[in-house]
């Protein structure tokens, strides 16, 4: 059977999003189908809009979701129908080079859907992240799909990206350590994420860095123990806030040349830079070499915050129940599918830390 339902479509680059008819096939073997109930919208959705991310056009966007699993494939075990599941765009394989190397959180083959969704006229469409979740109902690999006890979707659902991978960017990846400074740049859901992350992980100072005073104030309330607006000298500010040396780690969570390039001056000697953010294809920086050797230390990329989501989804949604972090600070709005083109502009303009479609 073939259902037809609601999806956001993005047709072409930096073109408004449009709500389509889409085809989504019964799940095959590996598969399940997930009824959404809600999905967060990301950077990186509007990153996909603009062409950023590849030209893999028309596709369905949306990709940090909780639901309901309506049915699996036959071989499926690990989930079944009506488990509440929080999806995820990196379920490992088990079987490539990284998993058998204990590193499953770099695993270089994760698993998607095989059967494609498509427009009504059979046009196929490449899901966001393998997931494709600004939609009535999505297929995925059953490996995306992470069971988590009942909880309000709309927060559940920023698990599976923005908050996991700034989270994990702290914890994980860099991994801060007990009496670290550090500072984030860019306090967007990510950036407020490792915010949190950092304070959950023992930091003595957390500086959050952004050029909009609003987010800013919304990073003390997740946390931060002190601000810094980026429209002045971001290095010189962050050294002054740690004695003149440098916090000892910088996460980038924006992506951009300049700010990396202020992650890699900032941070101490032999500290770490963690890039979250993602740049888009035409962004280049160059470093003398001199510098690389000079700063020592450590440059990491943060591949959704170094995250297992069967370890760490059920973690953060212990520790939202609990008290000791703030999943639903993150939810500024609930939106309906049409609201999706609309949310990205109240992104760009530092309106919002995540619009959460709920259906
Ligand atoms: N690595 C991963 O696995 C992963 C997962 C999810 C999102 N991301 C990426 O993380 C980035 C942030 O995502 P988000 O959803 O939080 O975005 P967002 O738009 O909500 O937040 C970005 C923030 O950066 C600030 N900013 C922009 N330019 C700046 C500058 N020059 N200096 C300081 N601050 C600046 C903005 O004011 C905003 O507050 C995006 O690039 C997104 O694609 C990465
Ligand atoms: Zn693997
Ligand atoms: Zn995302």
């Known amino acids: 059977m073939v259902h037809e339902v609601r999806g956001v479509v993005a047709r072409a680059k930096g073109a408004p999003v449009s709500l389509e008819t889409i085809l989504v096939p019964d799940p095959g073997p590996g598969e399940a189908?997930?009824?959404?109930?809600?999905?967060?919208?990301?950077?990186?959705?509007?990153?996909?809009?603009?062409?950023?991310?590849?030209?893999?056009?028309?596709?369905?966007?949306?990709?940090?979701?909780?639901?309901?699993v309506e049915s699996v494939g036959p071989d499926v075990t690990h989930v079944k129908p009506g488990d509440f599941v929080v999806l995820n765009w990196r379920a490992v394989c088990g079987q490539c080079r990284a998993c058998k190397r204990g590193r499953p959180w770099y695993c270089f083959d994760t698993h998607n859907a095989t059967q494609k969704m498509t427009l009504a006229d059979g046009t196929v469409l490449s899901p966001a992240l393998g997931i494709g979740a600004f939609a009535d109902k999505t297929l995925v690999a059953a490996g995306q799909c992470t069971v988590v006890s009942t909880v309000d979707p709309a927060a559940a659902g920023l698990l599976g990206c923005g908050v996991m991978a700034g989270f994990g960017a702290a914890v994980n990846t860099a991994p801060v350590q007990q009496g670290d400074t550090v500072a984030v740049i860019g306090c967007g859901g990510v950036g407020n994420a490792a915010i949190a992350g950092a304070l959950y992980a023992g930091a003595r100072q957390v500086i959050a860095v952004d050029l909009d005073d609003r987010k800013l104030g919304w990073a003390r309330e997740f946390g931060a123990t002190h601000t810094v607006n980026a429209t002045g000298d971001v290095v010189a500010e962050l050294r002054a806030l740690t004695g003149g040396f440098g916090p000892d780690v910088v996460i980038d969570a924006v992506g951009r040349p300049e700010t990396f390039r202020q992650a890699f001056d900032a941070r101490d000697l032999a500290g770490t830079v963690v890039l979250v953010g993602v740049p888009n294809p035409t962004m280049v920086l160059e470093i003398p070499l001199i510098e690389i050797f000079g700063h020592g230390g450590q440059t990491k990329s943060s591949w959704y915050g170094d995250c297992l989501p069967e370890r760490d989804f059920p973690l953060l949604v212990d520790l939202w129940q609990q008290g000791r972090f703030p999943l639903d600070r993150f939810v500024s709005e609930r939106i309906g599918l049409d609201g999706v083109e609309a949310a990205f502009h109240k992104m760009e303009r530092g309106e919002v830390l995540?619009?959460?479609?709920?259906l």
């Open 354 to 358: 995540r619009s959460v479609v709920v």
């Open 33 to 68: 189908l997930v009824q959404v109930q809600a999905c967060g919208v990301c950077h990186t959705d509007l990153h996909y809009r603009e062409g950023g991310i590849n030209d893999e056009f028309p596709f369905l966007l949306g990709h940090e979701a909780a639901g309901v």
